[in-house]
């Protein structure tokens, strides 16, 4: 399938049909429609803004419903982005009461014994990534609503003010790279805080802001914490009214959005859900912040912690962390007894949070619509395996940490460990390498993703055709976002290849979806920072999936191997760190400390009694296998022609796969 891009709602029925067309004998199954203004000209007539920004209205659906009749006439499917842009948010309904907000802090350093006076003023909301590039992608208008500004104004307010004694961090300032609009703090050494000491001290502050307290003896630290609205906006939103981002922990901001988007599809497409249109997609949740928060998290963290978090605020916060465009390892601000299990408590109530009031009810409310949902969960603050496994169909991407396969695996681990048969990929996108592909290059790609579990590519993308500029037209990913190349018959150096590539892929799909991935090691990543996704340890093998607490708790040991609740079992269990309570729960299995061995073992799939193995050769290099025993046929995905295999050895040349049958 692939990512077809509409410049917003300036779109006619007669192209929409032709498009079709062209994707059904280009051999396409399926397209997604994701209308946004990324790489459109801002200065045009009003007449063409207001076509563009024409979303979620009666008339967008009607030309969605244009699209489907021709889908639904050529056996096709389409899924629809559930809003326009990244992440959800935008129009009226998402109010600045709505709107994702963050938890920000000042400190200083006191001497003591003393007396402290001074008034609180809060800095203004900081500059973000995020807004940066919303601009970049064609914002148009940061104006709001009148009174609006004020009433995000009123949403920043001071939530505790916690002196705790103890030593100041070692920070240096990391230059400002890529989006980021100033430099970046990176902790060297994090202050040493006597937790036992901490004081909240917030009744101190007047209503004018003026604070006052008598200095203990000793080194302290004073920590003013307040939330904060986050200075961004969903990037390249099209739609009439702002484009805040929504709150992703807040339940009744996720329901807004949905209603928004869905008053007039219903109407207009509601025949053909679960039919033609077959899904709603979560694109990539990019959402960015100092410190993850929502008005009651301090509640909701009692309530599911069992403890007050407020004395234990200075120790949260881990720079790099909150910024999906420029993620960085630093040491936490702070540290101190008991530090890590608190840093560890927040992470949880995160992604709790966000499981519970976005994850889960976003899937709900497309099951009731008999829609499946496809969602990207990488980029969320969240255990990603369990949000993934949420989603009928996770979807991994290649431009997200380069495309390493560990993290590649994220996906297809979720749909094997939580039973999912479809894992699907953004494909085709690198950094810098727009008009850059070739058939060698895009076939490399798709083995690499086979070989991780994908088995749905999802090209990204296909531009409609919209000839606002030389041919071959509108292509939103170029400047200043280089990421992947323009998939249409407008593109005559790449589109000639696209039908005997899609071909090779399709048969590729089938067998994928047909039978029953095998893998020897079960993976526990008991971790919820996404950050080792990103910049995890390389492994020599793909012969693993990962787990992560929520599995294991529901995973039994049977005849010596380890059978988790999606049905798949595995060997062997590599466990980060050695534990005692594990190996006493799953007494007969073996277990591995740290990480796989490695080995060439290829992605396998079980077709009853026989197996089908996926040999890829992913390096600059030639590389041999030996085959072992067994009787052999070749299954060329190319041609479809099936011929008997002789040899116990195959040699692959760079980028070369070869899927064998073992009988």
């Not at 465009?325 to 101190?336: L, M, N, V």
């Not at 008999?370 to 969320?380: E, I, M, P």
Request: proline share 8%; aromatic share 12%; charged share 25%.
């Amino acid at each position: 399938m692939v990512r077809w891009w509409w410049p917003g709602g300036d779109v006619t029925t007669d192209e929409l049909r032709r498009e079709v067309l062209v994707l059904d004998e280009a051999g396409f199954g399926g397209a997604e429609i994701q209308a946004f203004r990324i790489g459109l000209k801002t200065d045009v007539p009003a007449d063409v803004a207001a076509r563009v920004d024409d979303y979620a209205t009666p008339s967008f659906y009607r030309k969605v419903r244009v699209a489907a009749v021709e889908a639904r006439d050529r056996g096709m499917f389409l899924d629809l982005t559930l809003g326009s842009g990244w992440p959800f948010g935008g129009g009226e309904v998402i109010t600045p009461e709505l709107a994702s907000i963050e938890l920000r802090f000042t400190r200083k350093a006191l001497s003591g014994p003393s007396h402290f006076r001074d008034r609180i003023v809060l800095p203004p909301p900081r500059p973000t990534a995020g807004m940066n590039l919303a601009r970049l992608s064609g914002l148009t208008s940061e104006e709001l609503p009148p009174g609006w500004q004020e009433r995000l104004q009123a949403r920043t307010r001071v939530v505790a003010i916690v002196a705790v004694s103890g030593t100041e961090p070692v920070v240096e300032m990391k230059k400002a790279e890529g989006l980021s609009p100033s430099p970046q703090p990176m902790v060297r050494r994090p202050g040493r805080l006597d937790s036992q000491s901490a004081k909240v001290l917030t009744d101190r502050m007047q209503p004018d802001g003026t604070f006052q307290w008598e200095v203990p003896r000793g080194q302290w630290q004073l920590f003013v914490f307040f939330q904060q609205p986050v200075n961004t906006r969903v990037i390249g939103g099209v739609s009439a009214g702002p484009q805040l981002v929504l709150d992703h922990m807040n339940r009744t901001a996720l329901e807004a959005h949905l209603r928004r988007i869905s008053e007039a599809a219903d109407a207009e497409i509601g025949s053909f859900y679960g039919k033609t249109v077959r899904a709603g997609f979560c694109d990539s949740l990019e959402v960015e912040a100092e410190i993850y928060w929502t008005d009651n998290f301090l509640s909701e963290f009692h309530r599911r912690r069992g403890y007050d978090l407020t004395p234990w605020l200075p120790f949260i916060q881990t720079p790099g962390r909150g910024n999906p465009y420029g993620p960085y390892e630093s040491a936490p601000w702070f540290d101190g007894p008991d530090a890590e299990r608190v840093r560890k408590d927040y992470s949880q109530t995160v992604s709790d949070l966000w499981i519970d009031n976005f994850f889960a009810p976003l899937g709900e409310w497309l099951h009731k619509r008999g829609l499946k949902a496809r969602v990207q969960a990488h980029g969320a603050p969240a255990d990603l395996l369990k949000a993934y496994g949420l989603a009928d169909i996770p979807e991994t991407e290649q431009l997200y940490a380069n495309g390493r396969k560990e993290f590649l695996k994220a996906a297809s681990s979720a749909a094997h460990v939580y039973g999912r048969g479809l894992v699907s990929a953004e494909s085709f996108v690198h950094f810098g390498q727009a008009y850059k592909s070739t058939p060698e290059s895009l076939e490399r790609d798709v083995n690499r993703l086979i070989s991780a579990g994908a088995n749905q590519i999802v090209y990204h993308g296909f531009p409609y055709v919209y000839l606002d500029r030389p041919e071959p037209g509108w292509h939103p990913f170029v400047d200043p976002a280089p990421f992947s190349d323009h998939f249409n018959d407008h593109n005559l150096k790449i589109w000639p290849a696209i039908p005997a590539l899609n071909a090779y892929i399709s048969r590729l799909q089938l067998i994928a979806r047909r039978t029953n991935p095998e893998a020897r090691y079960a993976v526990y990543v008991p971790d919820l920072d996404y950050l080792k996704w990103v910049d995890g340890p390389t492994r020599a093998s793909i012969d693993y999936d990962y787990v992560n607490g929520e599995v294991l708790a529901k995973s039994m040991v049977r005849q010596g191997k380890l059978v988790v609740p999606g049905g798949a079992d595995y060997e062997t269990l590599v466990l980060p760190v050695d534990k005692k309570e594990l190996r006493e729960r799953f007494a007969g299995l073996r277990i591995l400390i740290r990480d796989i061995p490695a080995d060439q073992v290829p992605a396998r799939w079980k077709f009853g009694n026989a197996e089908f193995r996926f040999y890829f050769n992913d390096l600059d290099s030639a590389k041999e296998y030996a085959l072992g025993p067994g009787s052999f046929e070749l299954w060329d995905p190319a041609s479809g022609h099936i011929t008997p295999y002789n040899q116990d050895r195959m040699r692959l040349e760079p980028g070369q796969a070869r899927l064998l049958l073992i009988k």
